[in-house]
């Protein structure tokens, strides 16, 4: 604009020069056309150029000297095309002739019509104007030393100009035409009026631009100081559809543009120009404040302060969004810009440097600030030491640092976020109306869950230190604190360069849970590798679920209490993790004092697989092996493997579970308390069963062994099958189903006792048979019956009982284990009661004394075995009948006889 406006000046004074050398060869010669060739044969001297005068040439002598030009070229620079640079329709220029002697300049009005000005720079950066700008020999020092004391423009009047400028550097063009440009008249160190119309047209931006200017000018050309005042200036663009440009979007249709301010101007040796009541209207935008520009030939600064009024986008964004796009409804609504500037371009050795203070930006109620924000082009950098931003209840405040900003930008700094105040997020549902796969329900539970845990805070609160590249990120000293909770991580690194992601000691406190990790993945944004470490102490279940409960999340009805009451729990494992699996090494976890250890597990995503080569539990005197291997895990799962147990007696389990209310049975036998307890098996499970193979449990001298056993959880029934049970030399077999297996348990099924001899059967438990007068009875014995019972009754239906001879036959109901009632009902083939009864003769006093010394060791022993058999039969209440078809005792027989059998205690 500097050299468009030189450009115009030189035009002007050349063809006021012109003019009086017209009118000088008028007067001499009568015919001023005769001297056209003689001019433009003085400019291409002067200039180099051809300059031709095609129209007529008029002069006027007196009042008024006066000359008029037509059609009027100046060519174009050397090395560009061969158009003109400049050409005029009309030229007019009068000066009152008397005034001159009195050292009075009064002119007439300049008219300038259909002005074609063409600017042009090529492709090595070389201007069509250069060389007319150096025939001027840049600004004045003294302005003073004037011949005519005095003088008076009637006005200036330039019609119908049109300019041009063609860039081939940046292969862009502009036009500016029906320019018209007018005055008032112009008299020394008095105000007069101006105005600029024109169009403007550009390859660069697509669109029509109409512009309306105009001021009144206060100006003292002796002193250099200029003030515009009423500035008004008036853009209309035009456009069919929206078009972009760069990062301009212009809505369809026509838009204005307006600017009112005041302009100030110095042109002395400290030149300063200042813009002030500036009122800028973009839209509906609307922007206000004051700029000003000094010492632009020495240390040029531009300072000043700027204000965006309250922006309503409810009126912006429909000019921008079809009417269907309704979500800008519920988003922001207001927005506001306030900030002081300066700027400093760059004069060496300064550097350019651009400082925004007191920065303030309103979002509706939300806002940002800064006391200082500075950009500096030669270091490239970008400075804020002071950042806040308060908004959903959130405080933020950061300093920061931008390297390399017009290379590549690295930011450091540090961050505070204070979410203390932060009780819900429900001003979030707003924004959701952005991202339509949204769902608000979901929002709504996570908002509520956040709002719990941030009431029950006294403090939340995040810091870090980062520095951000477009190589990496990292994060130092990052700490996140939810009073008690807390999430402390030394280092984490993003690196793109390499798509890695590496962490150091990431430590997070929760809910009575302590977490710590160490973490790398490789091929961060392909086929992520991730491996490390993991270490795990918590409290109880117990402390875990009630802090978890404020949020809604309480334990599985079927959780073992054990995992409840138990403390501590921890975990430790080195992991890899992969697209295709995950591979768990060293797996420690202990719950109370059980203890598992895996060398290896793996869940393999590709086969949908999991395995572990070995499964170790160890505690309360439980040792537990396993080999497992699950398939269609994602869909069905069905798991297969192998199971090994050894335990210590049943007396030092139940010890250990006692704390937790689980006690054994009032009538559990006193061998499931003996050593060792051992349980083998296979194994698969379902969804659907589970189901164990090979069964073999060794409890003390009991062993039971079953070929299968399904258990239906769904269903809660428990089959048994070919189920072999034998205690010592006893040996129960047969099969069962318990259906359901819980909560009220109910079984049925078959049994076979195979014959045994019940004499040594009780010698090998420590007790001793009783005397009989045959010392051959009480050696055999065997039966067979079906059985259905619960938890509370046992019944014995087709019972078949053989003792040495005598068949009994018939069945036997129990009801009530604690206290037992017992109903019998059977038919004897034959007994021989003698055969049972003490022998016939009765030792002497000296023998009895004599046998109960030596045997009352043993029988002391006999008798506290059998104490608590005999507590047991104590408490039975017993009802039957039995029928014998053939009774023989004292050496008689009776047949068919019927024993009725009644025992209240």
Known sequence: MKYLVKILLTIISSSLILGLLAGVIFLLKFDPNDYKTEIGRWVRTTTGREFIIKGDLTLTLFPWLGIKLTQVSLANATGFDSSPFASIEQIQLRVKVIPLFKQQLEIDTIVLDQVDLRLQRNAKGQTNWADLVALTGGPSTNRRNLMIADFKLSGLIVTAATVVWEDQLTQSNYRWSQLNFSTSAITPAQPFNCHLQMTMESNVLPWRTQLNLSSVVYWNFVTQHYRFESLQLAVQLASSSATRSQSLVIPPGFQQFSLTSQLTLNLTNQPNLKLSAIRLQVLPVILTGEVQFKNWYTAPILTGQLQLVKLNLAALFPMFMKSSEEWWQTMVKTVAVKTQFEFKPAVKPSPAVLSLNQLQITIDDHQVSTPQLIVNWAEQTLV???????????????????KQLLTQPVVTGKLSIDLTTLTKLSNLKKWSNLWSEID?????????????????????????????????????????????????????????????????????????????????????????????????????????????????????????????????????????????????????????????????????????????????????????????????????PLGEGEMQLVADEGETIFRHLSPFGIKPLPTLPPLLTVNPISLATQFKVSMAEIVLSQLLLQVGQMQLHSPQIIYRPWVQTLQLTQLTLQILNLVVSGQLTFEPLFPATKFRGNLTVTEFNPRDWLSRLGLSAPKTADSQVLSKMAGITTVEGSLSHLSLDQLTLQLDQSTLQGQVKVQNFSAPVINFEGVVNEVNVDRYLPPPSSPTATEIKSKTEISSTNSTQSIQQLGLWLTYLHNLKLTGQLRVSKLQTGGGEIHNALLKITAPN
């Open 384 to 402: 804020i030491k002071s950042l806040s931003i308060l908004a959903l209840g959130m405080s933020l405040h950061s300093q920061l640092m931008v």
């Open 440 to 636: 608000l329900t979901t929002l709504t539970k996570w908002s509520n869950s956040l709002s719990i845990l941030f009431k029950s805070a006294k403090t939340v609160v995040l810091e870090t230190k980062f520095e951000i590249a477009s190589s990496a990120i990292s994060l130092t000293d990052f700490q996140f604190r939810a009073s008690p909770n807390h999430l402390s991580l030394p280092k984490l690194l993003i690196d793109f360069t390499h798509s890695r992601l590496s962490t150091e000691g990431l430590l997070i406190q929760i809910s009575g849970v302590k977490l710590k990790i160490k973490l790398q993945i490789n091929q961060l944004f392909s086929q992520f590798l991730g491996e490390g470490e993991v270490q795990l102490v918590a409290d109880g279940g117990e402390t875990i679920f009630r802090h978890l409960s404020q949020f809604g999340i309480k334990p599985l009805p079927t959780l073992p209490p054990l995992l409840l009451t138990v403390k501590p729990i921890s975990l430790a494992t080195q992991f890899k993790v992969s697209m295709a699996e995950i591979v768990l090494s060293q797996l420690f976890l202990q719950v109370g004092q059980i203890q598992l250890h895996s060398p290896q597990l793996l869940i393999d995503f590709t086969h949908s697989r999991l395995s572990t080569a070995e499964l170790l539990v160890q505690g309360w005197g439980i040792n537990l092996k396993v080999k497992l291997q699950v398939n269609q895990l994602f869909s069905q």
